[in-house]
């Protein structure tokens, strides 16, 4: 199966840690995305990558969120100091057009 | 700013029978609009779309309903089966690669 992957699956971190997430998309699509879904709520969209230029941040991305794509293949998801409103799912997409096909998430948990 | 939102958080229908999901949207700027599917501790998985040129979309047991003049969208599933059971959400895009903007869900519960 060459679907989108993400790693860790799941992952607690005390408030104020740093964390990095990995997703590795589809080989053959240009196009990665991320999002946010928390309990009760679609995906929100947080940043987008074509090849290895990072064309699109949400107003959601604030400061202590960074994400890079080096070399337009796998991207990482860091978010600094974390607060326990980062608590979510983080989820992956990459797409060739306008269908974007999902990793399983990250699920992050701050205590 | 909801853009797109899914009014009814569940839904429960028989074995079978069919399955009507709604979502309405405010962007006029949508040209694409996607159905997804979410079961528990996965990410969403992508059902079928639609063009905002067209006004039906068929593909087997899912068919998906456009109107564009009451920005309103609708999956149908016919027959229902039980693992059809799961989220489905509804988004829409602006251009080809765009973000996706998703509704909040309805739970469907197909019932043996």
């Known amino acids: 199966d060459t679907g989108v992957s993400q790693d860790p699956r799941h992952k607690i971190t005390k408030r104020g840690q740093n964390v990095t997430f990995r997703c590795d998309p589809i080989?053959?699509?240009?196009?990665l995305y991320w999002y946010r879904q928390t309990l009760g709520q679609g995906p929100e969209f947080l940043t987008y990558?074509?090849?290895?230029?990072?064309?699109?941040k949400s107003r959601l991305l604030s400061d202590r969120f960074s994400a890079e794509r080096p070399k337009g293949s796998f991207s990482t998801l860091e978010i600094q100091r974390t607060e326990q409103g980062d608590s979510a799912m983080y989820l992956c997409?990459?797409?060739?057009?306008?269908?974007?096909?999902f990793g399983p998430g990250t699920r992050l948990t701050v205590t | 700013d909801q853009q797109v939102k899914q009014n009814s958080p569940s839904l429960s229908v028989q074995e079978g029978r069919i399955s009507i999901l709604n979502c309405d949207y405010t962007?006029?700027?949508?040209?694409?609009f996607l159905w997804y599917k979410k079961y528990p501790a996965e990410g969403p998985t992508f059902l079928i779309s639609?063009?905002?040129?067209?006004d039906k979309n068929e593909d087997g047991r899912f068919t998906v309903f456009l109107n564009k003049s009451a920005k309103h969208l609708s999956l149908h599933i016919v027959p229902s089966q039980p693992g059809d059971s799961a989220v489905y959400f509804c988004?829409?895009?602006?251009?080809?690669?765009?973000?996706?903007?998703f509704g909040e869900g309805t739970q469907l519960t197909v019932n043996p």
């Open positions: 988004a829409g895009a602006e251009t080809s690669g765009s973000r996706l903007t």
């Open positions: 639609i063009s905002s040129i067209k």
């Open positions: 990558f074509q090849n290895e230029a990072q064309l699109e």
């Open positions: 080989s053959e699509h240009n196009r």
């Open positions: 997409a990459s797409s060739p057009q306008y269908e974007q096909y």
């Open positions: 962007n006029s700027m949508f040209d694409y």
